[in-house]
């Protein structure tokens, strides 16, 4: 599960890394209060993904009258395809330098990983790709625990003097914490920042906690909640695995890889997958039904493509899911490949709702991207 910025800011601030003032806003008097205490502050727009600053998720104001104004005109916008319903306002901090920090799961070496890296505000992947040798890794055993020569081996590394050393030590152990205190997979602090006043300050912060340990903190697992999209929470709910992309071919398979497979295919023809929605092996006409209907609800999507490879799955039940979930009344085109268990059956109920069904995937993705292409 991934955490919004303010929720792990608030977890930073408790572990003693400073972070800048701020307050969540939901309304333009809000900021502007905030900014009428503050001076010149940040508006940023709270949502689940990275490269907000590029994508006008991250505004400065110099007066409270601006603040409302930006306030206002980003709050219900879409930032990456998220809607924005809250912004975090923050006193503006004085940046003199910009570094990346990170503490990960490295599982092959079973051990915690520290990334660093005095090239902040880049994503790693982009940092790793073009600067690798920018880049410090330092492994920590478990059994043995943060050790201090870790913040100082960083702290070099970075070219800070050694007045910060011991700032750095105590960033890096709290991030250690962290991980072990919420059931961390990743702590991330991308721009911490070095403060025109000598101080360091985290600018962003991403955590994500394993959804195997959120059963312990119901209070962050209620958190949690806040960084998905109310389609996201359903699936959720329902027990499928959804993602949602930036294209307009709704796709639903059973089982991650050949879910994984359609969107590939897809992509190969030419389209632009709308989600990922895996609705895992043995699924009843009910979870297919709810399947659907949710890419049906999912205004960015314009046709579907479902493929079932029939094992535990039984075509038959998948079809009746599919014609029950258009009973509502809602339309789209869908495209559907089938293959197995009780597939003539379920072919006969696909075509008697007026569906056709492929027994070719690639045929079945060709044919729903000329769909959207071509309005066909
Ligand atoms: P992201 O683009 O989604 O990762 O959002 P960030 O929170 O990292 O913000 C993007 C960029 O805005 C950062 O890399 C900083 O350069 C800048 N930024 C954010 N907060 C402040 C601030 O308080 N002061 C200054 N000077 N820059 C900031
Ligand atoms: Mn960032």
């Not at 923050?90 to 005095?118: G, K, N, P, W």
């Not at 478990?142 to 050393?165: C, M, N, Q, T």
């Not at 394993?210 to 209070?219: A, C, V, W």
Request: hydrophobic share 45%; with cysteine; aromatic share 6%.
């Amino acid at each position: 599960m991934r955490l919004l910025e303010h929720v792990a800011k608030d977890i930073l601030r408790r572990h003693g890394i400073r972070v800048p003032e701020g307050r969540v806003a939901t309304s333009p008097e809000e900021a502007a209060e905030f900014a009428r205490r503050h001076g010149r502050v940040v508006l940023k727009a709270q949502v689940p993904v990275g490269g907000r600053g590029l994508a006008g998720g991250v505004l400065f104001a110099n007066s409270p009258d601006e603040a409302a104004a930006l306030l206002a005109r980003i709050l219900g916008t879409r930032i990456r395809g998220y809607a924005v319903r809250k912004v975090l306002v923050e006193e503006a901090i004085q940046v003199a330098r910009e570094f990346y920090i990170s503490l990960t799961v490295d599982r092959s070496e079973r051990s915690y990983l520290f990334l660093a890296s005095d090239m902040g505000g880049v994503e790693i992947e982009e940092l790793a790709r073009r600067h690798p040798e920018r880049i410090l890794k330092i492994r920590v055993d478990p059994f043995e625990g943060y050790r201090r020569h870790v913040g100082r081996r960083i702290a070099k590394f970075l070219g800070l003097a050694r007045d910060s050393w011991e700032a750095v030590d105590s960033i890096a152990s709290a991030m250690y914490r962290i991980m072990l205190d919420v059931g961390a997979e990743l702590v991330e602090v991308n721009p911490l920042a070095l403060a025109a006043d000598g101080s360091l300050v985290a600018l962003d912060a991403k955590i994500l906690v394993d959804d195997n340990s959120l059963p312990r903190d119901s209070e962050l697992a209620k958190a949690s909640r806040e960084a998905y999209s109310e389609a996201e929470l359903e699936a959720m709910d329902a027990g499928f695995s959804y993602v949602e992309l930036e294209g307009d071919v709704g796709i639903v398979g059973n089982g991650a890889g050949l879910t994984m497979a359609t969107l590939d295919l897809v992509k190969a023809y030419g389209g632009e997958p709308a989600d990922f929605l895996d609705i895992g092996g043995g699924a009843s006409s009910e979870r297919v039904e709810r399947a659907v209907r949710l890419l049906l609800a999912n205004p960015r999507v314009k046709a579907i493509l479902i493929n079932i490879f029939g094992g535990i799955t039984r075509c038959d039940e998948v079809a009746r899911g599919i014609a029950r979930a258009l009973e509502g009344g809602a339309r789209k085109p869908i495209v559907v490949r089938m293959v197995g268990t009780n597939e003539e059956e379920g072919r006969k109920l696909l075509e008697s709702a007026g569906i056709a069904a492929f027994r070719d995937a690639e045929e079945a993705a060709r044919r729903v991207v000329e769909i959207v292409r071509g309005g066909l």
